[in-house]
C-alpha cells in the first residue's frame, strides 16, 4: 500500500507564495511519479504538475507554468509544489498523488491519492 498526505495550505494574498509538501509512504518512491492536482469548488479536478521518478522530468500545466516549480526528495519521500505570483484563480483544493503506470497528465493514471490540502488566494 500507499499513503500520500499533502500540507502546506493555507490563506495567501494574491502576489504572493506558498509551498506546498507531500509525503508518501510505499515501496520504492523512486519508480513512481508524482503528480499535483487541483479542484476548485463546482469545478472538476485538474492537472498542476507532476515529477518523474528520479525527478529528471517535469511536467506543468499552462497557466502555472514559469511561476511554479515541482520537486522531489527520494531520500525522504518527500514532493514539493512552489507557487509564486499567486492569483485568486488558484484558489482550490490541491491533490498529491502517485503512480507506476500511466499518462502524467491524465487523473485515470494515478493509483494513490492523498486527502488533499486548502489554497485560499485573496484579494
Known sequence: QVQVVESGGGL?????SLRLSCVASGRIFSSYT???FRQAPGKERVFVAAISGSGGMTYYEDSVKGRTTIARDNAKNTVTLQMNSLKLEDTAVYYCAATSRGWVRNLNGYEYWGQGTQVTVSS
Do not use: L, N, P
Open 12 to 16: 495567501v494574498q494574491a502576489g504572493g
Open 34 to 36: 508524482m503528480g499535483w
